[in-house]
């Protein structure tokens, strides 16, 4: 393993556990949803990574590959760009929810909202 390979995927897999360890250690809603998010990008960057070929042209905006040209396949790029919107989406109302909590019951700490009564 090089050291480009070892940056290409080891940078996304740092993201998601760095996302995962932020969810698993922290008590605040805000917190919780930055670890989300920050695992959503780690895992958006490893499929893009995933995708990518060394050299290889982008299929939409060069002219008609010859077929001993590397190609990117376009799928993995497609799919990211849906998982930004609707990891945006997600974090908008995750947002917009723990906004809401911390205004009616006046802490976002999940310890905290568990004793209370619904």
């Not at 070929?53 to 990117?72: A, L, Q």
Request: net charge positive; aromatic share 10%; charged share 15%.
């Amino acid at each position: 393993m090089n050291i480009e390979s070892l940056i290409f995927y080891g940078v996304p897999i740092y993201l998601i556990f760095m996302g995962i360890l932020v969810v698993l250690t922290t008590k605040n809603l805000f917190k919780m949803l930055l670890g989300l998010s920050l695992m959503d990008s780690g895992i958006n960057v490893l499929i893009v990574a995933l995708g990518y070929v060394k050299g290889g042209t982008t299929p939409i905006f060069s002219e008609y590959p010859k077929i001993y040209e590397k190609v990117v396949d376009p799928v993995p790029p497609a799919l990211v760009l849906t998982a930004i919107v609707i990891g945006l989406a997600f974090l908008g109302l995750g947002l917009s929810i723990a906004i809401r909590i911390k205004e009616k019951y006046g802490t976002v700490n999940v310890e905290k909202l568990k004793e209370l009564k619904w």
